[in-house]
């Protein structure tokens, strides 16, 4: 079937102004995770659901940025009030189980920018 | 906490001669080790990964890896490399009996030179 997919593929936006990135994962992939990747580096985990439930979100950065996924399918990843340090490129990633075992399969990616 | 490292920026290597790209990985208990290829604005592919078993994972497009516990490495390999393989290559870690995450290495570049 399809792969993840994400929406918008670019976004830019003017600092303080609110962004919402969208994640639709491979169907029937029960986890979903976000992760963001800076510019010369590998992706940082931020946080993952499993179905509905968000299992972890440590490595959300400040309570500016959040995340749901309220049916266990699409998710939204809002970045409140949006700052220059928040430009990068936002990776999400599902895998077709809760186990560490499972594969990540990663969408294409949102870059924002944040002017 | 779990770590990778990828010690080399760039990885040079004339068409069909052999590439490897290094990866070494820090976890508290046992490792599950992944490789991830990027093209240009394309998302992360999956190439291979090691769970258990043999040492020597094969994956996609002609590469494997070896898993190497005593020297806490998982090298990517591929015997004879294509220019189409110029890419940028991550190698991620999990810890079995740790979360989900997945902990990536800061990426390879690799090119390949007709």
């Known amino acids: 079937g399809a792969g993840v997919s994400q929406s918008p593929r670019y976004k830019v936006t003017k600092r303080g102004q609110d962004v919402a990135l969208r994640c639709d994962p491979i169907s029937g992939h029960v986890s979903l995770y976000w992760y963001r990747q800076a510019l010369g580096q590998g992706p940082e985990f931020l946080t993952y659901f499993n179905y509905e439930a968000q299992q972890d979100k440590s490595g959300l950065p400040n309570d500016r940025f959040s995340a749901e996924r309220p049916e266990g399918s699409i998710s939204t990843l809002t970045i409140q009030r949006t700052e220059q340090r928040d430009s990068a490129m936002y990776r999400c990633?599902?895998?077709?189980?809760?186990?560490?075992?499972?594969?990540?399969?990663f969408g294409p990616g949102t870059r924002l920018l944040v002017l | 906490a779990q770590s990778v490292a990828q010690p080399e920026d760039q990885v040079n290597v004339a068409e069909g001669n052999p590439l490897t790209v290094k990866c070494t990985y820090s976890v508290s208990g046992n490792p599950y080790l992944f490789w991830y290829v990027q093209y240009p604005n394309r998302g992360l592919q999956f190439l291979l990964k090691y769970i258990t078993g043999d040492n020597l994972v094969k994956g996609s497009y002609g590469f494997e890896a070896e898993f190497n516990k005593s020297q806490t490495s998982f090298h990517l390999k591929k015997p004879s490399a294509l220019v189409s393989d110029s890419a940028l290559y991550f190698c991620?870690?999990?810890?079995?009996?740790?979360?989900?995450?997945?902990?990536f290495g800061k990426g390879n570049q690799v090119v390949v030179i007709p």
């Open positions: 991620a870690v999990r810890d079995i009996n740790g979360n989900n995450r997945l902990a």
């Open positions: 990633a599902s895998s077709r189980g809760g186990n560490t075992k499972d594969t990540q399969y």
